[in-house]
């Protein structure tokens, strides 16, 4: 039995309710709280001018399943959703032994279902749905422009109330069980599915936004044998946090020692170790996930790929940098450590006045920020890339 301290969420919160990422004159900022089954308590905060104290919160809730939220903070050009248009796509049901799932998939208009696509698994955060995720994210125009076809797990509520991937507890964080082997067996559902598709074994990708970047993380480490190539957007390294004092201690300071994390997410891989390249998308203006994470999700990627068989790399010596500050949207600098032979390891694609926010989604969405640059653009390319 654990208790939340109300105290340790402001602090969490703090600056970016008195700091420049708050809308000019919100009426209300809705913050979610630790929550957990029924004991799910909701926040709702006063305009920061008139925002109380840690000491004006109710007591500490007490949780008997630990499930962690991100702080569901709307930042510039954020919100629920609920007016982006959104396409049903396709239903597949995946049953993961105790009860049927959905998952959301979209398959462009005019693929051959005979010819082999590549699969891209996406991962919603916290408080969103497939469905929101998918509208904001706009991975599915992608999709059309490049024939991929994306999947859309989802977090059940019943499993986090939030929404959440329960990315900070160990039975999450191995293979053979939790929310991992449901992941990989709904991906595997949705190859399985060959009379409206045909996908490429070889070509099957993961990428998450914020908690389910942080699952792509261990989906990545734990089955090298399904996915690829690895994309984290605003996430954290493999395994940076085994409790929810923890994970909310990294959220604001970065997690323990990385290349330590990327020992674990070696052993993690088994038997079926291999190097799976990794592209990590973080803004430099994120007070949900603090911006250290990208660079500690980079030195893990580095130090597991290297174990993996990958040449050695130095995270202070990226093999290109490449600075873009294209006109009417946020600059970003792009670093890639590469092997002998010129293959990528890890890219990391570095987003300035990005906050806690999907880089150039759709204006309104949920955690999305248009001013930035196209990060499923980014990611396709960099899966393309690595795939060649």
Do not use: K
């Amino acid at each position: 039995m654990e208790f939340i301290d109300w105290r340790e969420l402001y602090a969490a919160n703090r600056a970016v309710i008195e700091g420049r990422n708050v809308p000019a004159d919100p009426d209300v900022i809705e913050g979610h709280a630790v929550a957990a089954g029924p004991t799910t308590e909701r926040v709702t905060m006063a305009r920061p001018a008139l925002l109380p104290g840690p000491g004006a919160f109710r007591p500490a809730a007490r949780l008997p399943d630990l499930a962690v939220s991100l702080p569901g903070l709307r930042l510039p050009g954020q919100s629920d959703g609920a007016g982006i248009a959104r396409s049903p796509g396709h239903m597949v049901e995946h049953h993961d032994g105790r009860r049927s799932r959905p998952v959301r998939v979209h398959v462009p208009d005019g693929l051959d279902p005979a010819t082999p696509a590549p699969l891209v698994v996406a991962l919603h955060g916290c408080t969103q749905t497939a469905a929101t995720f998918a509208a904001g994210a706009l991975l599915d125009q992608e999709a059309d422009r490049h024939g991929f076809v994306v999947a859309y797990p989802e977090q059940l509520r019943e499993d986090n109330a939030q929404g959440c991937w329960n990315w900070f507890t160990a039975e999450h964080q191995a293979r053979g069980g939790g929310e991992p082997a449901f992941i990989a067996g709904a991906t595997r559902a949705v190859m399985a599915e060959a009379s409206r598709w045909t996908i490429d074994p070889q070509r099957v990708f993961v990428v998450g936004m914020s908690a389910g970047g942080a699952m792509a993380s261990v989906l990545a480490a734990t089955h090298p044998d399904v996915f690829a190539a690895v994309a984290v957007h605003s996430g954290l390294a493999y395994g940076t946090a085994r409790t929810l004092p923890s994970a909310l201690q990294a959220m604001r300071q970065g997690g323990p020692d990385p290349e330590a994390q990327g020992r674990a997410a070696f052993a993690a891989m088994g038997p079926a170790a291999r190097v799976v390249p990794a592209v990590i998308v973080h803004g430099t203006a994120d007070q949900v996930v603090c911006p250290v994470n990208g660079e500690h999700a980079v030195r893990q990627w580095l130090a597991t790929n290297h174990l993996a068989g990958g040449d050695a790399a130095d995270v202070a010596r990226p093999d290109a940098v490449v600075r873009d500050d294209a006109a009417g949207r946020l600059p970003q600098t792009r670093r890639t450590w590469t092997d002998a032979a010129g293959q990528v390891l890890v890219e990391h694609v570095e987003i300035e006045g990005l906050g806690h926010a999907w880089s150039g989604g759709a204006p309104g969405g949920s955690y999305t920020d248009p001013r930035g640059p196209s990060a499923s653009a980014a990611i396709w390319d960099f899966f393309a890339r690595v795939s060649a």
